[in-house]
């Protein structure tokens, strides 16, 4: 069982950044994937970005080049980066740990994001 814990979310202007911490109370450093998905209102959950267990990110195209995933084994923390923020990044955002392919993957219960001037 790995507990989440997601922090770092709130008000940001227009062309802001923030970056968004997800702490793991178990150590994530074999995890097959872990992930940040992020749910707008009256919208589907979508993943953003995530990390195999080879290094390899991957993004949302749209989100490339704004948004930066990256973990911090020895902090069992996962962060995500985001940089000039827009209106339409406003949602709450998860971060998701897969141990394993196959296997049903942990969730955090969210922060809010929310980019108005």
């Known amino acids: 069982q790995v507990q989440l814990v997601e922090s770092g979310g709130g008000l940001v202007q227009p062309g802001g950044s923030l970056r968004l911490s997800c702490a793991a109370s178990?150590?994530?450093?074999?995890?097959?994937?872990v992930a940040w998905y992020r749910q707008a209102p009256g919208k589907e959950r979508e993943r953003v970005a995530s990390?195999?267990?080879?290094?390899?990110?991957n993004y949302k195209d749209s989100l490339r080049g704004r948004f930066t995933i990256s973990t911090d084994n020895a902090k069992n923390t996962i962060y995500l980066q985001m940089n000039s923020l827009n209106p339409e990044d406003t949602a709450v955002y998860y971060c998701?740990?897969?141990?394993?392919?196959?296997?049903?993957?942990?969730w955090g219960q969210g922060t809010q994001v929310t980019v108005s001037s």
């Open positions: 998701n740990v897969q141990m394993s392919l196959g296997q049903q993957a942990y």
């Open positions: 178990g150590s994530i450093f074999s995890a097959f994937r």
């Open positions: 990390i195999l267990r080879n290094g390899t990110p």
